[in-house]
């Protein structure tokens, strides 16, 4: 079973800084996708970057980005100038590739790390 | 463009009743899934829906849960007898299924359900 492990369960920045969370994760299969959502307090979670793990160029989204390191297993996300509105809690997030999968379809997320924003 | 709606928002109910969420989702979406997030922690997933069909059921669905998809539109989730530990929010998401590689989960705003 694939497993998504977030070790910083609390990071904060200032406004207009970078910052840089941290994702690991365990599977066996060779394709498959990375994703980090957003979930601002009291509301909905959103997408805020995916990652295809055959692709070797890292994602980037605006100023959201990703180190994907796959044969470390390793997914973290850099906000570069951090606005207030980046205040929420990101997840990491794993999905199989492998149609014939018994994981295929759902996500499994990691435990979360909550971002504050200084201003 | 409509996202994911859930309904209740909110349900408080007493231990050993029965309660039911709705589920609509981003209209044409094909998949529909069903997550249960505790506070503080990840979304765990607990079933999903291609169309009509039920193709995946996690084993945290216990007896007591059951999800239907009908015609394949809205789904419905409902839990049986509840427990104390059921208190949760109840996540939905839907995903237009094809293809594969672009098929994004599309999350609505939950239902937060706390047994007395």
């Known amino acids: 079973a694939q497993t998504v492990t977030q070790s910083q369960p609390e990071m904060s920045v200032q406004e207009a800084e970078t910052v840089t969370l941290s994702c690991t994760y365990d599977?066996?299969?060779?394709?498959?996708?990375l994703f980090w959502y957003k979930q601002p307090p009291s509301r909905q979670m959103i997408l805020v970057i995916r990652?295809?793990?055959?692709?070797?160029q890292n994602a980037t989204e605006n100023r959201f980005s990703v180190n994907f390191q796959k044969a470390a297993k390793s997914f973290s996300l850099k906000i570069s100038d951090s606005q207030l509105g980046d205040a929420a809690m990101y997840f990491c997030?794993?999905?199989?590739?492998?149609?014939?999968?018994?994981?295929?379809?759902?996500?499994?997320f990691g435990q979360g790390t909550i971002l504050t924003v200084h201003p | 463009d409509t996202g994911v709606s859930q309904d209740p928002r909110h349900k408080i109910t007493k231990r050993g009743q029965n309660v039911t969420f709705r589920c609509d989702p981003i209209?044409?979406?094909?998949?529909l899934y069903w997550y249960r997030q505790t506070l503080g922690q990840g979304p765990e997933f607990l079933t999903y829906?291609?169309?009509?069909?039920?193709?995946?059921k996690s084993r945290l669905l216990s007896d007591r849960f059951s999800a239907e998809r009908p015609k394949g539109s809205f789904s419905t989730l409902e839990i049986q007898r509840t427990e104390q530990g059921d208190s949760a929010m109840y996540l939905c998401?839907?995903?237009?299924?094809?293809?594969?590689?672009?098929?994004?989960?599309?999350f609505g705003p939950g239902t937060r359900l706390t047994v007395l």
């Open positions: 599977t066996s299969e060779s394709d498959y996708y």
């Open positions: 990652q295809e793990a055959y692709k070797q």
């Open positions: 209209s044409e979406h094909n998949r």
């Open positions: 998401a839907s995903s237009p299924g094809a293809p594969v590689s672009t098929d994004t989960q599309y």
């Open positions: 829906f291609q169309n009509e069909a039920q193709l995946e």
């Open positions: 997030a794993y999905r199989s590739a492998n149609a014939g999968g018994t994981s295929y379809g759902k996500l499994t």
